[in-house]
T-cell receptor, first 113, second 115 residues
Framework: SQKIEQNSEALNIQEGKTATLTCNYTNYSPAYLQWYRQDPGRGPVFLLLIRENEKEKRKERLKVTFDTTLKQSLFHITASQPADSATYLCALDLGGGGNKLTFGTGTQLKVEL | DADVTQTPRNRITKTGKRIMLECSQTKGHDRMYWYRQDPGLGLRLIYYSFDVKDINKGEISDGYSVSRQAQAKFSLSLESAIPNQTALYFC??????????????FGDGTRLSIL
């Protein structure tokens, strides 16, 4: 069966460190992968998009990698800050138009002082 | 003002009632989506619409219906609500650019409780 897996346990890290979140998928061949941030009581907010033929994408302190052989995406936040504390969702788009996304359950990140 | 606005933000109702959740957007996007979010299950697609005349079922459409009244408005209805439809509901929009992937823009959700 098709599955998207993100760590269900919260990730706690110290301010200034790099946070690395994992998104693994099985029985999918996504053409694109997106990462979103969700704060309590709010809707998800788009962060980064990476295509299947791209290995890495960066935006300010954020970096996403996409390994279609390992069927895995890693999401990195460098120089993390308490304001980065949130739940981070990965989402797969299988391509072919329609822009329909399949979401993982998300990983909660807590950045401590 | 928010680009994607959902009303109401919270709703408590009883089993068997008809409920409508509304979504309006000022982004000028053609594509609109309805999702529900449950703890441990993530966001799941209920319905999506590519334009006013094009509405499609998503992963979990049973028990729901939608109406695209205009480019800017997309409403979700529960004809006869049941307790397992208690969830957080999100509306989202995206640009239409053919086969290329686009970010989705979400509202802040409607928390629906069915007793």
């Amino acid at each position: 069966s098709q599955k998207i897996e993100q760590n269900s346990e919260a990730l706690n890290i110290q301010e200034g460190k790099t946070a690395t979140l994992t998104c693994n998928y099985t029985n999918y061949s996504p053409a694109y992968l997106q990462w979103y941030r969700q704060d309590p009581g709010r809707g998800p907010v788009f962060l980064l998009l990476i295509r299947e033929n791209e290995k890495e994408k960066r935006k300010e302190r954020l970096k996403v990698t996409f390994d279609t052989t390992l069927k895995q995406s890693l999401f990195h936040i460098t120089a993390s800050q308490p304001a980065d504390s949130a739940t981070y969702l990965c989402a797969l788009d299988l391509g072919g138009g329609g822009n329909k996304l399949t979401f993982g359950t998300g990983t909660q990140l807590k950045v401590e002082l | 003002d928010a680009d994607v606005t959902q009303t109401p933000r919270n709703r408590i109702t009883k089993t068997g009632k008809r409920i409508m959740l509304e979504c309006s957007q000022t982004k000028g996007h053609d594509r609109m989506y309805w999702y529900r979010q449950d703890p441990g299950l993530g966001l799941r697609l209920i319905y999506y619409s590519f334009d006013v005349k094009d509405i499609n079922k998503g992963e979990i459409s049973d028990g729901y219906s939608v109406s695209r009244q205009a480019q800017a408005k997309f409403s979700l209805s529960l004809e006869s609500a049941i307790p397992n439809q208690t969830a957080l509901y999100f509306c989202a929009t995206s640009e239409a650019t053919g086969v290329f992937n686009q970010p989705q823009h979400f509202g802040d959700g409607t928390r629906l409780s069915i007793l």
